[in-house]
């Protein structure tokens, strides 16, 4: 397998808008440096005050020099049948993939940024930028901010990286798109607009039908997962089938969560799993017995007709949280179905049960602890906002829980929550369903996993 190691300077530092004022390759064969290419770019537009600053190159230095179109061949041939390596590889492949489709040509090439690959080999270092690792690594970097000198210490970066381990090193390479796998109506020059942040994204087919969607952190790299995987019957069966790509972003991953269950129960899209009733196998349901009180239980929920009031991937984590909530609301173990003989409960005999067991407590009183611990499952008395990053800059998300529901979510101007309380609710928009009990335990579960969240009560 053959490399080359690319380093581009530029007029700027967005892929989209900034235009290549150097480029330098080194081929790589696996053990050594084989051959190399470099050349200025004449960008074709004046290089910013700040740019020459950094790089030293001016509009002097490139204006006999060769334009992006005039080069753009070696760089095909060059760089054919190898995987594309970049420090940052999605800046420098990302600006030369942006130059070749001014052109009318797709330019696509694995590739494998030596930003990941070190931290993944070379673990500990304080910073990963090229500069400060390569000096770390004894590596020496002539000619910092050209891409000359850039090229060709990350070249020795990649070389000591294969040497550590290149096995790793290879499973670290990006497939780019195939576009013979993919539906011929799919237009990738699309795909390129998505951003990579927070939000769901979904797929439909030529007969405009939602097939399938999903979420993430970073949709568009889960997008390009989702084109790359082709390896699999079921994967390939669904490149086939997209047409069209569409998302939303939500800034919140709560909210995106929301969205995608929303869009599974609404479309039941073809191509996910089944919507099941719920994802837990176990909940913790109640009811009054004969003599009123308030009777604890755990079933499962695939035979158990109700929601339950709070749902356990598991008989034993159902079973130590709700040992745990015995004693925190000293409630009787008979009455929560751990014991079921006609003898007091274990808990009575060491003075931690008050007797209802054996109706020694009044049915009032136990069933007032009983009712707050169901209080605290279920959020019924609790009213707040969870406030998170919005969907751009300058905005926040909001999300509201209210009498033991999610009412909705909404986005304000980042200065919002300055303002009185009682006017954020204008902005939330009310959920079209009511969340089932699932959602509500995966809010508890992300605020609980995620403490920074801000939770503002009310």
């Not at 179905?337 to 009032?364: H, M």
Request: proline share 3%.
């Amino acid at each position: 397998m053959h490399y080359v190691i690319v380093d581009i300077e530029t007029t700027g530092g967005n892929p989209k808008s900034s235009k290549i004022t150097e480029i330098a390759m080194f081929k790589h064969d696996g053990n050594e440096i084989i051959d190399q290419y470099e050349t200025l770019v004449n960008p074709e537009m004046p290089i910013p005050e700040f740019i020459v600053s950094l790089t030293g190159i001016s509009d002097q230095m490139v204006a006999n020099a060769p334009k992006f179109h005039e080069v753009a061949k070696q760089i095909v041939e060059f760089t054919e049948d190898c995987v594309f390596v970049a420090h940052n590889v999605s800046f420098d492949y990302g600006v030369i993939r942006h130059e070749f489709r001014k052109l009318g040509f797709d330019f696509r090439r694995k590739n494998l940024c030596t930003v990941v690959a070190s931290r993944k080999l070379l673990p500990g270092f304080d910073s990963y930028s090229l500069g400060k690792l390569t000096r770390n690594l004894g590596i020496e970097l002539i000619g910092r901010h050209r891409a000359g000198g850039d090229a060709f210490a990350t070249a020795k970066l990649f070389s000591l990286l294969i040497q550590k381990s290149e096995e790793k090193l290879t499973a670290l390479i990006n497939e780019d798109l195939n576009p013979k796998i993919l539906h011929p109506n799919l237009d990738l020059a699309e795909l390129e607009e998505i951003p990579d942040r927070v939000g769901v994204y979904k797929f439909y087919n030529e007969f405009n039908q939602l097939i399938y969607v999903g979420r993430s952190k970073y949709i568009r790299r889960r997008i390009d997962q989702h084109l790359k995987n082709n390896k699999q019957a079921k994967g390939e069966a669904l490149l086939k089938e997209i047409t069209r790509v569409e998302y939303v972003l939500t800034g919140s991953e709560f909210i995106s969560i929301m969205v995608e269950n929303e869009l599974l129960k609404m479309h039941q899209p073809s191509h996910n799993p089944p919507v099941r009733k719920t994802r837990y196998s176990h909940g913790l349901y109640h009811y009054k017995d004969e003599r009123g009180y308030i009777r604890l239980y755990i079933g499962l929920t695939s035979k158990v007709n109700e929601e339950p009031l709070i749902g356990f991937v598991s008989k034993k984590d159902a079973t130590t949280q709700l040992d745990h909530w015995i004693e925190k609301f000293q409630l009787c173990q008979k009455l929560c179905d751990v014991q079921s003989s006609n003898l007091p409960c274990s808990l009575y005999t060491v003075k931690e049960c008050r007797g209802a067991c054996i109706q020694e407590e009044a049915v009032e009183f136990y069933n007032l602890r009983a009712e707050e611990l169901i209080d605290e499952l279920t959020g019924s008395k609790e009213r707040f906002y969870v406030i998170e990053n919005g969907r751009q800059k300058g905005e926040k998300s909001l999300v509201l829980f209210e009498g033991g529901e999610i009412i909705g979510y909404g986005y304000v101007p980042f200065h919002f929550q300055y303002s009185p309380i009682e006017k954020w609710k204008k902005y939330i928009e009310i959920t079209n369903e009511k969340q089932d009990r699932d959602t509500l335990t995966l809010l508890r579960s992300y605020l609980k996993s995620n403490s920074q969240i801000s939770v503002i009560r009310f």
